[in-house]
């Protein structure tokens, strides 16, 4: 398999456990028991999904790669996650539209990527599409709950859809590894953008027109967050390299 | 015909061990003491979710992330059926909620404490889970019948928490000198907070020869506490560490370890509120309550409006 192939399943980790990173925030903060629960759920849903992929890629890799060192060892610019993921927590507005364009992206994905010639990768799809088909229902409830909820919350989750909109084009623009490994992001938009537009007619949002957005995630260019990102995540295998937990 | 007295009524069924239910007659006294328990042991699950979720962002590995999260998730699992549990003594979980933000419920001290590295997560799933499981496995036999239930639950997953906790310090003790300081460090820091867990001397417990009468804690602090001791004392020979008590020594003739004198000023003060962490972890739990408002309003109208269209 060659370096471009190891990449796109990179970036599909990346996504993974960026965004499972940053729902493990709200661990121990949500907003009532049941949807930190809920939560932290998705989170460790995403992380071993994440864990998955990479245990595939440093298969790919070779020469001595393991999940951790994947995870752990990688600088901003070799991440390759969309920019989305990385956006902060925000309110809990701001995380449910997150998680819900991540999720209706990653179903439509998940699904293309099962009968993918490679099987090991149809495997974990198929595995990761059980979850995200329950995250995908979940988010979607919320943004429905909020759009349609109480003045403020319809005011939040407008906020919210301002703040992240931007973020949603480059889940379609593909990079060269998508390409190269036979996947079409571009093929998936019209799916996700009806799959939006059905949640949001519900939920009495409107649909943003021509926003300009913003690329650069999947070829390593992130926003200022990443780092901070990484500077918590791999603290530990930073400071004391080499070792075994 | 001759009079029955409710009270003895109700103690010839705890005697005969016959579970007291949500619906049963039960002297006043009984029920708040249940309410008290079960909503402070509600309380300590959630704020106990803070401690520990202060390195899940910093894990060393996946592996440990995964565990982690697993772990406090289920905290937060055992915090719910806590007070549904609680619920049925007819208080709820708002009411309790509100008790623990004003500060007139409490939970367990322990939680007052840092997490000052990753070594700290080995020791509160080894010394803190494994001082709670002790507890509740009594507990798993509790008068009440819905707090008896809630345990016997939560006692499964508990017992999973203090083996990972044993087994994250065990690499540690394994590994380098820093990851083996790391490790003594942290036994360090939590031994005497882990035995302050049983609470106060049997002698100066107020609350213990009712609770005992009633079956609601079946063993007394001071025996709970020495059964603890006596199990952790021969597990940490297997971590190669040690406890920091020069004082622990088997005795022959008890069949049990002596150990030194606890802090009990250390522990009133942390009661008080005067520990490291009370401000921070009360915060925290106020911050997310509050924030969390709006959330709350939201789903609860948009429900409304369901059903009404």
Known sequence: MTQSYTNYILHLADNALILGQRNAEWCGHGPVLEQDIAITNISLDLIGQARSLYQYAAELKGNGATEDSLAFLRTEREFKNCLLAEQPNGDWAQTILRQFFVSTFQFYLYQSLLTHSDSTLAAIAEKSLKEVRYHLRWGSEWVIRLGDGTEESARRMNKAVSELWCYTGEFFVPADYETAAGSDPAGLKDAFYSKVREVFTQASLAVPENVFMHTGGKNGMHTEHLGFILSDLQYMQRAYPGCEW | ?309
């Open chain 2, 1 to 309: 015909m001759p009079v029955v007295d409710p009270d003895q009524l109700f103690q010839d069924k705890i005697d005969n061990e016959i579970k007291i239910e949500p619906k049963d007659q039960m002297p006043d006294a009984y029920r708040k003491t249940n309410i008290r328990q079960i909503s402070q042991h509600a309380h300590s699950e959630i704020v106990g979710m803070l401690p520990e979720g202060n390195w899940i962002s910093r894990a060393p590995s996946l592996k440990r992330k995964a565990i982690l999260l697993a772990k406090v998730q289920d905290e937060g699992g055992h915090g719910l059926y806590l007070y549904s549990a609680a619920e049925t003594l007819g208080m709820s979980r708002e009411e309790m909620i509100n008790d623990l933000h004003s500060g007139k419920a409490k939970y367990s001290s322990i939680f007052n404490y840092p997490t000052l590295s990753w070594a700290d997560i080995g020791a509160i799933g080894w010394l803190v889970d494994g001082a709670a499981i002790m507890n509740q496995v009594m507990l798993t036999r509790t008068s009440y019948g819905p707090y008896a239930r809630a345990m016997v639950r939560i006692c499964k997953e508990e017992s999973f928490h203090q083996r990972q906790g044993f087994d994250a310090l065990l690499v540690l003790s394994r590994g380098t000198k820093e990851q083996r300081d790391m490790c003594q460090d942290a036994i360090n820091r939590w031994w005497w907070p882990a035995l302050m867990m049983f609470g106060p001397r049997d002698t100066e417990s107020t609350n213990s020869d009712q609770s005992m009468k009633w079956k609601i804690k079946r063993k007394s602090n001071d025996e709970l506490r020495q059964n603890f001791i006596d199990m952790i004392a021969e597990q940490i020979k297997t971590l190669g560490m040690h406890l920091p008590d020069p004082d622990l020594k088997w005795n022959e003739e008890r069949k049990h370890y002596d150990f030194g004198e606890i802090n009990w000023d250390e522990f009133w003060q942390v009661v008080k509120g005067n520990g490291p962490c009370n401000k921070q972890r009360l915060d925290a739990r106020r911050k997310a309550w509050e924030e969390g408002e709006w959330v709350r309003e939201a789903a609860i109208e948009y429900a409304k409006k369901r059903l009404t269209s």
